[in-house]
T-cell receptor, first 115, second 110 residues
């Protein structure tokens, strides 16, 4: 399977600040990456699809101006949570997809806590 | 609305027994079906995928798919304490988008 890294693994920030999360595909080039959010004891919810070289596609109810996604290269996508609030505290997970097999492989996740 | 439903559990099985995890989905257009394992505080790990009706075996794991009944299951043979985790069922249609169930928590007891 694909090897995916995320940085940072854990971040604590003050309300109103912005936080950038990086997702890297380490062993293959990913034209598509996905960003998910998972609240405690809930399942993963897809936030957006990150497409290399073009704008991300956001799911209904996800504010594109609050969650900025940049897929600048075939191995890196970033998610920036702007003007974070305590309700944004969650586990953010990215994934890459092997198109030939439609399989998704997840990064280790980033736990965001907004004070 | 596309839905994937799982019993939240916990499902408790003794060590060495067979654990049976079930999942139903509402979208008849779903094409690919996945089982992920998620340990507490960690991200999901792909266990198996299945595309065609019938059974698919991989080691101690067997995935079963019945598209007519819109049902997919995961059997874990010879359950081990290390199998204790939340198991997420996920399905895709086109565009590789995964829709997840809420997961079933499995507890393997000694």
């Amino acid at each position: 399977g694909a090897v995916v890294s995320q940085h940072p693994s854990r971040v604590i920030c003050k309300s109103g600040t912005s936080v950038k999360i990086e997702c890297r595909s380490l062993d293959f080039q990913a034209t598509t990456m996905f960003w998910y959010r998972q609240f405690p004891k809930q399942s993963l919810m897809l936030m957006a699809t990150s497409n290399e070289g073009s704008k991300a596609t956001y799911e209904q109810g996800v504010e594109k101006d609050k969650f900025l996604i940049n897929h600048a290269s075939l191995t890196l996508s970033t998610l920036t949570v702007t003007s974070a609030h305590p309700e944004d505290s969650s586990f953010y997970i990215c994934s890459v997809v092997l198109v030939s097999y439609n399989e998704q492989f997840f990064g280790p996740g980033t736990r965001l806590t907004v004070l | 609305q596309k839905e994937v439903e799982q019993n939240s559990g916990p499902l408790s099985v003794p060590e060495g027994a067979i654990a049976s995890l079930n999942c139903t989905y509402s979208d008849r257009g779903s094409q690919s079906f996945f089982w992920y394992r998620q340990y507490s505080g960690k991200s999901p790990e792909l266990i198996m995928f299945i595309y065609s009706n019938g059974d698919k075996e991989d080691g101690r794991f067997t995935a079963q798919l019945n598209k007519a009944s819109q049902y997919v299951s995961l059997l874990i043979r010879d359950s081990q304490p290390s199998d204790s985790a939340t198991y997420l069922c996920a399905v895709t249609g086109t565009a590789s988008k995964l829709t997840f169930g809420t997961g079933t928590r499995l507890q393997v007891t000694l």
